[in-house]
């Protein structure tokens, strides 16, 4: 069956979501995250593309994004043979990274442009990963209320302010935003079992239990950043939801 054409955005403003193949991580640790961030600035200064927002969660990494030179397929050509090239070498694997081609919707007006910034905002809150937008390090939120570095604020700036913006962010409004199911992102067992043994060097709850302290909370901030529910964490390690949620 031939792919649906992907539909044109008149504003050239485009929500964006890659996803990992076979819910491969795209970024696993702290160094693919800056590196990533990094291939999006190198490119955006070639392909001069405007960011608007993004959040970079495990496997799969939303954009809100503004094309102008270039368009998305070249674009995202260009990013993904510099970031693959990178994962590859320090992975030690080869092949594809990327499921299939990224997935992309039109934004056409300013009230979708900040439902969709809101909603890339706040999904490492909806995916149970932090209770606010401010907690997570791996997105454009922090840009927006201090210093930007990656993103091109002035458009946003210009509709709200700082206060407008954090008071945006704490409403709640049901909308459909381009998504991938809750069963696609979610880890099985066996998955979060080798990333906790990656994580702290054991992979039973009487063993985790075993480690100090110390090595315990820091893994415990791992696994959540590593995209393990805190249900699934507590399950897998003997910690108590609460503890896991205050870690």
């Not at 955006?44 to 368009?71: F, M, P, R, W």
């Amino acid at each position: 069956m031939a792919r649906a054409a992907r539909v044109k955005s008149e504003s050239g403003i485009y929500h964006i979501m890659i996803i990992g193949i076979n819910k491969q991580f795209i970024v696993a640790d702290e160094e693919d995250h800056q590196k990533f961030l990094a291939v999006l600035k190198e490119c955006k200064t070639v392909s001069q593309y405007k960011i608007y927002a993004y959040c970079l969660l495990g496997n799969h990494i939303h954009l809100l994004l503004k094309t102008d030179k270039e368009g998305l397929e070249k674009i995202f050509k260009r990013i993904g043979a510099r970031y693959v090239y990178y994962y590859n070498w320090k992975y030690k694997r080869s092949g594809p990274l990327f499921q299939d081609r990224f997935r992309s919707e039109p934004v056409d007006n300013d009230s979708y442009i900040l439902t969709v910034l809101r909603y890339i905002h706040n999904h490492p809150v909806a995916a149970g990963l932090v209770k606010s937008p401010g907690q997570y390090p791996w997105s454009s939120y922090h840009e927006y209320l201090g210093r930007a570095s990656l993103v091109d604020a002035e458009y946003i700036s210009g509709i709200m302010n700082r206060e407008e913006f954090a008071h945006f962010h704490q409403q709640q409004e049901p909308a459909t935003v381009l998504d991938i199911s809750a069963e696609h992102l979610r880890l099985t067992d066996e998955e979060a079992k080798i990333i906790l043994s990656e994580v702290s060097g054991v992979v039973d709850t009487s063993a985790f239990m075993g480690l100090d302290a110390a090595k315990r909370k820091a893994s415990l901030r791992e696994l959540r950043k590593r995209g393990l529910s805190i249900r699934q964490i507590s399950r897998l390690t003997g910690v108590s939801k609460a503890l896991v949620e205050k870690k």
